[in-house]
């Protein structure tokens, strides 16, 4: 049941934003725009939309902030797929963007459809004036120099760091570069229902985490056709992660201990979280 309607969720988020980029022509970036959105596992968007669904909120705002969530975290890997940040050759199994066309308009690709994202959330189609600006306000803090982008900022910094990281500086680094953004996803819905964010807030951080170890567990065991992008680059690099930290089974049990936490997380909201609970347990069985 979760993997249809996570389906039928990815082919909602998908038409819409080719319903809301019919506005930007067909010039190379917005070409490169509608290319960076294709595909994906649409996890952020799908989230959006759940936590809406359970806190009351509008589904055509729910919707608009879906659209924006795939936007933000387009940009980024556009932008971390770049030769000055993680130089990679393939994303979902496609060229990337600047080997697709090039570097100029990676940069602008990434550019627009940041600026896209916040356009999206500004619309009166998204809900009334005061939840427009806390959505804006939000997703700014989450994406910009308090969370995604500072958490880019450790990770590069990481990688020319005299030793290793620790523990909990890794765990801060994701938490930042994955997590706030992750827990942008289910907040936004509950500021959509006009609801208390807390219980969602708690899951998300949970489900975060988790998935960040799930993508190292993927990057030790993992199938590079499956996952359509490069592995083992961190171990080659000698970068620490959860893995090289925690080993093997250690990892996979902290990712289940935290999916745990998450699951309890939603008990205020009895069965009609069960699609949530779902998510949490997909993040760390999914094979991609």
């Known amino acids: ?3 249809l309607q996570l389906t039928d969720a990815q082919d909602a988020i998908a038409r819409a934003l080719s319903d809301r980029m019919a506005v930007l022509g067909s010039d190379r970036v917005a070409e490169g725009m509608r290319y960076a959105t294709a595909g994906g596992k649409r996890l952020r968007g799908f989230l959006v939309l759940e936590a809406a669904r359970l806190t ?3 589904a055509r705002g729910a919707m608009q902030a879906a659209c924006a969530v795939e936007c933000i975290h387009a940009y980024s890997l556009v932008h971390d797929d770049l030769p000055c940040m993680d130089d990679d050759d393939l994303r979902r199994g496609l060229p990337t963007v600047h080997r697709k ?3 100029a308009t990676a940069v602008l690709v990434g550019d627009a459809l940041q ?3 916040f356009e999206l959330l500004a619309d009166p189609a998204t809900g009334d004036a005061d939840q427009r600006a806390d959505l804006v306000l939000t997703l700014a803090r989450a994406s910009g120099p308090q969370g995604m982008v500072l958490g880019q900022a450790q990770d590069i910094a990481a990688e020319t760091a005299e030793r290793p990281l620790m523990l909990d500086q890794i765990t801060e680094l994701q938490a930042n570069k994955t997590g706030a953004l992750l827990e942008w996803q289910v907040v936004a819905g509950a500021i959509l229902g006009r609801a208390d964010p807390s219980p969602l807030r708690r899951y998300a951080r949970a489900v975060g985490l988790a998935f960040q170890i799930a993508d190292d567990i993927l990057d030790v065991e993992g199938d590079a056709e499956k996952a359509g992008k490069a592995l083992r680059k961190d171990a080659e690099a000698g970068k620490a992660t959860f893995v090289s930290l925690l080993g093997l089974d250690g990892a996979k049990a902290r990712a289940r ?3 745990d936490e998450a699951i309890d997380a939603l008990d205020a909201f009895g069965p009609d979280a069960e699609t949530l609970r779902d998510l ?3 993040v760390i069985a999914r094979d991609q």
Do not use: E, P, Q, V
Request: cysteine-free; proline content about 0%; overall charge neutral.
């Open 1 to 3: 049941m979760f993997k």
């Open 101 to 103: 066309w090039d570097d």
């Open 56 to 58: 009351g909120g509008s």
């Open 280 to 282: 949490a347990r997909f």
């Open 115 to 117: 600026s896209f994202a």
């Open 257 to 259: 201990a935290l999916i």
